[in-house]
């Protein structure tokens, strides 16, 4: 079982502190001036030399949002957030838009490197099996720093490239579809989003096609104060298929940073998506100081018939987490999918799930849920099906798994189950336990040690959903999750 | 070789071992019998290291070491192994990723290289079949869904890959059928070497018919109170454990 060995040796290899990602990156950053403000807006707008329109859109969008209050629902607590105390817009000074990685600067390059995300193409390919090649866009702060493949991409129809770009490039695509999964006026942090938000990644697979690599984007955090706020299109035209993976990381810091995300899949007549997060934002120090606030927007739109849309999330990082990856079955047989591991340690609070929406008849949905939570945390899910009332034969299976180890911190689980059909058939299972110390006992006098125990009973619990994952983030996930569990047991 | 001296353990106030000696050959199978509640689990416990004792005086010496300043992983890699009573469940995790793990982590400890997945594999396997093991059931999740004498046997297997100098089975009897009985006292049989010892825990004679013990330990009141050859089992098997009680009551 070499994987649970590397993690063991991966773990090893951490000193006191855990989070590996946690280094700065000196780069001299143009900023927005603190604040929001319609003038920092039409700033953004104006560095992104965005159309009039999208202008237009952002400034409706502050409209509305100063009218909002921040939702209060969720089992989380907080200090309130100074809106008017963070960084709306952070890039490099130096050349903000590089045509290629030679004009990037290598500080940056360099930070890219440190994380192990690959931004030469000629270096990803070399003594790799074409199969295995993943396209990376990678996001640093407000901007867009590289994206790799992008030509090979093209020769196969495929848009791969900043939203920002996209913008200027394919506005027709972008406003046609931008906001048609998540309104403008969805939530709090959406609309906030849609105001202020920087880049991220704007996909477009066009009819028939089958995306020839993995697509990825790979966001850090690095500036102080600043917030991040991104947007991802993806849109998959008919008989289409794509897979895409984020990540994150961020440097560590004594104060809150703020990541408002919103995410917009659509997939139409028998298009597949997948999207897949490995999520690792610095969530802390073990008595709760610092980490970043992650509260994102994630909606899927299968707009067409046999449409599918999955989404697999490991979420190991994070101050807090307020984040449910949803699915619209709107099209007649088309099927939503939810994987998620969420694993909170030291003073973390997450409360995570989805929304299974069936419109459509026929449409069919599956949660699998697992929640690990260690130290101090608190772990929720929460969980929306519904079936409308023309969604006739519409059928979810749940299954929310918590597990605990030790004995000072929380599982929740906050099912809702809404059927306005008769003929829907919605099943939910869930299950509480806890790694006993028997079972702890158990594993060490066969000779594993306390740390080589749990990241095999964890690896254990996680399985279902790790074989959701593409292959290199399925090893990847599993030593993060070992890592965020270190010392969590005893 | 192990040597127990002295040994006076309690948990949560509650007196369990009352300066117990013991010393178990290298190459000696010794069986301890006795009522119920007079501390035989605890001895096993506390040799491979459970945590919740507490231990108030004694030591307990194997091939020298000190195993009460080593924690449960490094006494098992030291040659301690533990047959359970109750084996744990371990969900989602398979047998052979378990039995793969414990191996390699115990040849890590003692600096030997890992072993080969072919090698692992047929040694599995052999010992597998010794033990008249189905197939599938190595390939479900450790213990999972096992029935109690299937649990034995994975117990037992365990024991054959693990190579341990010194095996504790604590009842290992209990629950086993005829057969099942056969078929782990075979398995425990064929593990007698010069170089490893056996600490047989029961209840009854009936396990010592198959395992056939040099000496035999009467343990009482948390003490070894009588110690003899295995025809001691056969007059404890006709007299009941009646003398003993009498002698507390005395």
Request: hydrophobic share 40%; aromatic share 8%; net charge negative.
């Amino acid at each position: 079982m070499p994987a649970v060995q590397e993690t063991i040796d991966q773990v090893r290899s951490i000193d006191v502190d855990q989070y590996k990602y946690g280094f700065e990156t000196e780069v001299e950053m143009e900023k927005a001036p603190k604040g929001l403000s319609e003038d920092v807006i039409r700033f953004i707008s104006a560095r992104k030399a965005e159309p009039e329109w999208m202008l237009q859109w952002r400034l409706d969008a502050y409209k509305r949002w100063l009218t909002m209050k921040e939702p209060t629902w969720a089992r989380v607590s907080y200090d309130k957030i100074d809106y008017n105390d963070i960084y709306y817009y952070a890039a490099p000074k130096k050349n903000p838009a590089p045509k290629s990685l030679d004009e990037v600067d290598p500080e940056i390059l360099k930070t890219y490197e440190k994380l192990g995300i690959p931004l030469r193409e000629q270096e990803i390919l070399a003594g790799v099996e074409p199969q295995s090649r993943v396209a990376v866009d990678a996001v640093f702060d407000s901007v867009s720093v590289a994206t790799t493949f992008k030509e090979e991409l093209k020769k196969a129809g495929v848009i791969f490239m900043p939203i920002s770009e996209a913008i200027r490039e394919y506005p027709d695509l972008v406003r046609q579809y931008l906001g048609s999964v998540v309104p403008v006026t969805d939530n709090f942090f959406a609309t906030l989003n849609s105001a202020v938000f920087t880049d991220g990644s704007f996909v477009y697979v066009p009819p028939g096609v089958r995306c020839p690599m993995e697509l990825s984007t790979y966001f850090r955090i690095n500036e102080k104060n600043t917030g991040q706020f991104e947007r991802t299109l993806i849109i998959a035209d008919k008989g289409s298929y794509v897979s895409y993976l984020e990540g994150c990381t961020a440097p560590k810091r004594d104060e809150n940073q703020l990541h408002a995300a919103v995410v917009e899949l659509i997939a139409l007549d028998d298009a597949e998506i997948k999207y897949s997060t490995v999520q690792n934002w610095y969530p802390g120090d073990a008595e709760g100081r610092g980490g970043i606030y992650n509260f994102v927007t994630k909606r899927g739109d299968c707009r067409g018939r046999n449409s599918v849309i999955t989404w697999t999330q490991v979420e190991t990082g994070s101050a807090i987490t307020w984040k449910y990856p949803s699915c619209i079955l709107r099209g007649d047989n088309s099927r939503g999918e939810f994987y998620s591991i969420a694993v909170s340690n030291g003073m973390q609070q997450v409360d995570s799930g989805t929304k299974m929406i069936h419109l459509g008849k026929n449409t069919t949905s599956r949660i699998i849920s697992k929640g690990i939570a260690a130290g101090k945390s608190d772990n929720t899910y929460r969980g929306l099906v519904s079936a409308h009332r023309k969604a006739t034969g519409a059928r979810n299976f749940t299954n929310c798994d918590s597990l605990l180890i030790g004995n000072q911190c929380g599982a929740h689980t906050v099912p809702y189950i809404e059927s306005k059909n008769a003929s829907a058939v919605f099943e939910h299972e869930a299950t509480t336990s806890k790694i006993s110390e028997d079972q702890m006992f158990y594993c060490q006098q066969r000779g594993l040690s306390e740390e080589e125990a749990t990241a095999l009973i964890v690896n254990g619990f996680v399985k279902d959903v790790l074989q959701q994952l593409p292959m290199e983030f399925a090893v990847e996930a599993q030593k993060l999750i070992s890592i965020s569990l270190e010392g969590s047991v005893g | 070789m192990l040597e127990i001296k002295n040994l006076v353990v309690q948990i949560e106030d509650k007196r369990i071992l009352n300066g117990l000696n013991l010393t178990v050959s290298k190459g000696e199978i010794a069986a301890i019998m006795g009522p119920n509640g007079s501390g035989k689990s605890t001895l096993s416990y506390v040799i491979a290291g459970k945590e919740d004792y507490e231990i108030l005086d004694g030591e307990i010496l194997l091939d020298g070491q000190n195993l009460l300043e080593m924690e449960p992983d490094q006494r098992a890699a030291a040659g301690v192994f533990l047959a359970f009573q109750y084996p744990l469940e371990i969900p989602g995790v398979g047998t052979m990723t378990f039995l793969k793990a414990a191996l390699n982590a115990q040849r890590k400890a003692r600096g030997d290289d890992e072993l080969s997945t072919p090698d692992f594999i047929k040694q599995v396997n052999a010992a597998a079949a010794k033990l008249e093991m189905p197939k599938d059931m190595l390939k479900r999740a450790l213990n999972v869904g096992f029935s109690g004498g299937e649990k034995k046997r994975m117990e037992i297997l365990q024991m054959a890959l693990l190579q341990p100098s010194f095996c504790i089975l604590d009842e290992t009897d209990s629950g086993l059928d005829i057969d099942a009985l056969r078929i782990v006292s075979e398995g425990v049989n064929s593990l007698r070497s010069p170089d490893r010892s056996f600490l047989v825990i029961t209840h009854y004679q009936r396990l010592l018919n198959h395992i056939v013990p040099d000496t035999v330990h009467v343990m009482h009141g948390g003490r070894i109170v009588r110690t003899g050859g295995k025809e001691l089992a056969l007059e404890l098997e006709a007299n009941g454990y009646a003398d003993y009680r009498e002698e507390e009551a005395a």
